[in-house]
């Protein structure tokens, strides 16, 4: 069974990393449901694994967070739906690739519900939308725009951090960092493509497409 937890307000992010590492300690140990969390964040960047100091360009705006997951430099803040995975990697394969495509389909499922192409390309992690209104690359390929990020941690085969959806950040809050360490692509959001959603509407595509990406794990 997965507990679906959704927290009003803003979460600080070192009380979420502490509730994350404990959950996972717990559901290692057998103690413990799986969870999906739904958070929000005060305006904050986080550096992952493979973040490179350079790619901190205002150190000064946000507290900035070193944490272990993976992934490079992100921005996290209000307007922004932050799901952190709980989930037994012991029960559902251990595949770190294949779960981190998992984690990718089940973004693009929850973007088609509201008509939202969402393509994943390879070197550039994370989900990403065509912007044929854009002006054209100097390569002459189209412009695309980064909707959602992913970032995870294992420990015990326990997963823990996740993914962050752009509904209605305030997008120039991420030009103190070089989001991911990729310079030739923008940010985006939801609403930034014309689309009127909020977190709630988000969270209910988030739940349905859930079940149709991830099966319930067998036991044993």
């Known amino acids: 069974m997965v507990e679906w937890i959704t927290s009003d307000g803003l979460t600080g992010y070192p009380e979420a990393v502490a509730f994350m590492e404990e959950r996972a300690g717990a559901i ?9 969390w739904l958070v929000e964040h005060p305006p904050l960047y986080t550096a992952g694994t493979s973040a490179r100091p350079e790619d901190l360009r205002d150190a000064q705006r946000f507290p900035v967070y070193e ?16 799901v952190y995975v709980m989930l037994d ?10 779960f981190v495509q998992m ?11 509201f008509n939202v192409t969402g393509h994943i390309r390879e070197g550039r992690v994370g989900v990403w939308v065509e912007r044929p209104e854009k002006p054209r690359l100097p390569d002459g390929s189209m412009a695309e725009d ?21 509904v209605e950040p305030d997008l120039e809050h991420f030009s ?20 009127p959603v909020t977190l709630p509407d988000l ?7 859930f079940d149709e990406v991830f099966a319930e794990p067998a036991e044993g």
């Open 89 to 98: 990697l012991n029960r559902r394969g251990r595949d770190v690739r294949r």
């Open 203 to 209: 969270d209910v595509a988030l739940r349905r497409s």
């Open 176 to 195: 103190g960092i070089v989001p991911c360490g990729i310079t030739d692509h923008g940010v985006t959001s939801l609403v930034d493509l014309g689309l």
């Open 103 to 113: 984690l990718e389909a089940w973004v693009i499922a929850a973007l088609d519900e």
């Open 28 to 36: 290692a140990r057998g103690e413990a449901d799986e969870a999906v």
């Open 146 to 166: 980064k909707v959602a990020a992913i970032g995870i941690r294992l420990r015990r085969w326990v997963s823990f951090h996740g993914i962050s959806i752009n």
């Open 67 to 82: 944490t272990r997951r993976g992934g490079q430099f992100t921005y996290h803040g209000p307007g922004q739906r932050v």
